[in-house]
């Protein structure tokens, strides 16, 4: 079945003339028409350019040139990236109808590579959130259960790509929202270093957190990914120029030698026994590859946390200011005075996690409490840098849980405190700006997936790729696929 297979094998099928683009789309809409009334996943499903885009790809396989490996490729892209023409919800009532006039740059460049896009995938509003209960339209469901959340934000990308409803997707990650989720789903995550990938076109949540970057079905499809969406961008200031190598001609060089850090802090009270079980195995399974593994320190890890919900909300506070009812998006109607239609707009298209952050955000900039709050997190977040720096001054990569436990059932977390707890573990890479990947590593006994989360040093995703490589070819874990039937 197409559906089920991985971007590689499909892009070998096309190549030997054995499938064709418009067959692999027509199988992904049809497998969405029977299944994403279940999974959720998706917010807009794009048919009609899906398969213009298949039927151009099918005449540059038959006259011999197509683009490379994601020719004919059908993905799908986390709803808070821009898409001309395409409505951009960011899963949020305030922007349910805008259409944006451009494409962001990560979608140009998927294009350019000859992908067809199958369309645009739930998440938490304004990608704020653990679970997907913050959209304000429905809940995407994990395919391993459907009882269960499959993470946040990115948790339509996640799912989708679970579920074989599509065979890449884009997502986003701020404190974690493409680890998290893949972890929950049980599929490749890949978060980039910050500036890697061009943020131009993705709607901003935490201008110094955000980053693009790819779920794939295993570790080589998040690097043929990657590898069309990275690169310096003029239009994005944050964009670094810096060379990208080829990822997946590294990705089987093998572990021999490589040195792994064990962090301390990562091993901590309330960590599931099965993570923590699961995690240590891959740890012996990668000595047994050849690597060398060692204790780091990370002795900033337990402010992340706190550090991160003071800096990500107040970016979010000014980021999202421009929602006010006169420039585009949602404006309610009857207001007596501009302040007035300011507080009835916002009010009405914003969800309550949303509001929460904003005011979180607003207060902690606030006269008087800027340095107090703001200021000092600023701080924390150099010393969590620091203590990245200093840890792979020893060792190549951090090998660590992506997540304190599995996916839990929807509405089980209503405190948002135990929500943001899922991200202990993925908040530091962001405030660090450091490359990070969730693989498969391993189930519980109930059959939920556990994330291994693989930290590197920025701007070495290679490696990250490579030692996630070597773990996959050396297990079966992301071989298994949920159940699911029509």
Same mark, same amino acid.
């Given at each position: 079945?197409?559906?089920?297979?991985?971007?590689?094998?499909?892009?070998?099928?096309?190549?030997?003339?054995?499938?064709?683009?418009?067959?692999?789309?027509?199988?992904?809409?049809?497998?969405?028409?029977?299944?994403?009334?279940?999974?959720?996943?998706?917010?807009?499903?794009?048919?009609?350019?899906?398969?213009?885009?298949?039927?151009?790809?099918?005449?540059?396989?038959?006259?011999?040139?197509?683009?490379?490996?994601?020719?004919?490729?059908?993905?799908?892209?986390?709803?808070?990236?821009?898409?001309?023409?395409?409505?951009?919800?960011?899963?949020?009532?305030?922007?349910?109808?805008?259409?944006?006039?451009?494409?962001?740059?990560?979608?140009?460049?998927?294009?350019?590579?000859?992908?067809?896009?199958?369309?645009?995938?739930?998440?938490?509003?304004?990608?704020?959130?653990?679970?997907?209960?913050?959209?304000?339209?429905?809940?995407?469901?994990?395919?391993?259960?459907?009882?269960?959340?499959?993470?946040?934000?990115?948790?339509?990308?996640?799912?989708?790509?679970?579920?074989?409803?599509?065979?890449?997707?884009?997502?986003?990650?701020?404190?974690?929202?493409?680890?998290?989720?893949?972890?929950?789903?049980?599929?490749?995550?890949?978060?980039?270093?910050?500036?890697?990938?061009?943020?131009?076109?993705?709607?901003?949540?935490?201008?110094?957190?955000?980053?693009?970057?790819?779920?794939?079905?295993?570790?080589?499809?998040?690097?043929?990914?990657?590898?069309?969406?990275?690169?310096?961008?003029?239009?994005?200031?944050?964009?670094?120029?810096?060379?990208?190598?080829?990822?997946?001609?590294?990705?089987?060089?093998?572990?021999?030698?490589?040195?792994?850090?064990?962090?301390?802090?990562?091993?901590?009270?309330?960590?599931?026994?099965?993570?923590?079980?699961?995690?240590?195995?891959?740890?012996?399974?990668?000595? $047994?590859? *050849? &690597? !060398?593994?060692?204790?780091?320190?990370?002795?900033? %890890?337990?402010?992340?946390? #706190?550090? +991160? @919900?003071?800096?990500?909300?107040?970016?979010?506070?000014?980021?999202?200011?421009?929602?006010?009812?006169?420039?585009?998006?949602?404006?309610?109607?009857?207001?007596?005075?501009?302040?007035?239609?300011?507080?009835?707009?916002?009010?009405? $298209?914003? *969800? &309550? !996690?949303?509001?929460?952050?904003?005011?979180?955000? %607003?207060?902690?900039?606030? #006269?008087? +409490? @800027?340095?107090?709050?703001?200021?000092?997190?600023?701080?924390?977040?150099?010393?969590?840098?620091?203590?990245?720096?200093?840890?792979?001054?020893?060792?190549?990569?951090?090998?660590?849980?992506?997540?304190?436990?599995?996916?839990?059932?929807?509405?089980?977390? !209503?405190?948002?405190?135990?929500?943001?707890?899922?991200?202990?573990?993925?908040?530091?890479?962001?405030?660090?700006?450091?490359?990070?990947?969730?693989?498969?590593?391993?189930?519980?006994?109930?059959?939920?997936?556990?994330?291994?989360?693989?930290?590197?040093?920025?701007?070495?995703?290679?490696?990250?790729?490579?030692?996630?490589?070597?773990?996959?070819?050396?297990?079966?874990?992301?071989?298994?696929?949920?159940?699911?039937?029509?």
């Amino acid at each position: 079945m197409l559906t089920g297979l991985s971007v590689h094998e499909l892009a070998g099928r096309f190549r030997r003339k054995e499938a064709t683009p418009t067959q692999a789309a027509r199988a992904y809409l049809d497998r969405i028409t029977a299944l994403d009334p279940k999974i959720k996943a998706y917010m807009t499903v794009t048919a009609d350019r899906a398969l213009a885009q298949a039927a151009a790809a099918d005449a540059r396989f038959q006259s011999g040139r197509p683009l490379g490996l994601l020719d004919g490729i059908p993905l799908a892209i986390k709803d808070v990236l821009c898409t001309r023409g395409i409505r951009t919800t960011c899963s949020s009532r305030i922007l349910e109808n805008f259409v944006p006039p451009y494409d962001a740059t990560v979608v140009t460049k998927l294009l350019d590579a000859g992908a067809v896009i199958l369309g645009k995938l739930n998440m938490d509003e304004f990608a704020m959130g653990s679970s997907t209960e913050n959209s304000a339209f429905f809940t995407t469901r994990n395919p391993w259960d459907l009882a269960r959340v499959p993470g946040g934000s990115s948790g339509g990308a996640a799912a989708a790509v679970a579920a074989d409803l599509a065979a890449a997707t884009l997502g986003t990650d701020t404190g974690g929202s493409i680890r998290q989720p893949a972890a929950f789903c049980g599929r490749v995550g890949l978060k980039p270093t910050y500036g890697r990938v061009s943020r131009y076109g993705l709607v901003a949540f935490a201008s110094s957190l955000d980053q693009v970057g790819p779920f794939g079905k295993d570790v080589r499809d998040a690097a043929l990914v990657l590898q069309a969406i990275a690169g310096h961008d003029p239009m994005d200031s944050t964009s670094v120029d810096v060379g990208v190598p080829d990822y997946s001609a590294e990705l089987e060089g093998g572990v021999k030698g490589l040195r792994i850090g064990i962090p301390a802090e990562y091993f901590i009270e309330g960590l599931d026994p099965e993570v923590e079980a699961a995690v240590r195995a891959a740890v012996e399974t990668l000595r $047994g590859l *050849g &690597a !060398e593994s060692q204790s780091v320190s990370l002795p900033h %890890t337990e402010y992340g946390l #706190a550090a +991160y @919900y003071v800096i990500a909300p107040a970016e979010a506070s000014s980021n999202l200011a421009r929602y006010d009812g006169v420039k585009y998006g949602l404006r309610v109607p009857g207001a007596r005075d501009l302040i007035d239609m300011y507080s009835r707009t916002r009010g009405a $298209g914003f *969800g &309550a !996690e949303v509001k929460r952050r904003v005011m979180l955000g %607003t207060y902690a900039l606030s #006269a008087g +409490y @800027y340095d107090a709050y703001y200021g000092k997190a600023l701080r924390v977040r150099t010393l969590v840098q620091r203590d990245f720096q200093r840890a792979f001054e020893r060792v190549d990569v951090i090998v660590a849980p992506t997540t304190p436990g599995v996916a839990f059932k929807m509405g089980e977390r !209503e405190d948002p405190l135990q929500m943001y707890l899922n991200d202990v573990f993925t908040i530091p890479v962001n405030l660090a700006g450091l490359p990070g990947v969730s693989i498969p590593g391993g189930f519980t006994q109930t059959g939920l997936p556990v994330g291994l989360q693989i930290i590197g040093k920025a701007f070495d995703e290679a490696t990250v790729l490579r030692v996630a490589r070597a773990y996959e070819a050396a297990t079966a874990w992301h071989e298994r696929k949920p159940e699911l039937t029509a």
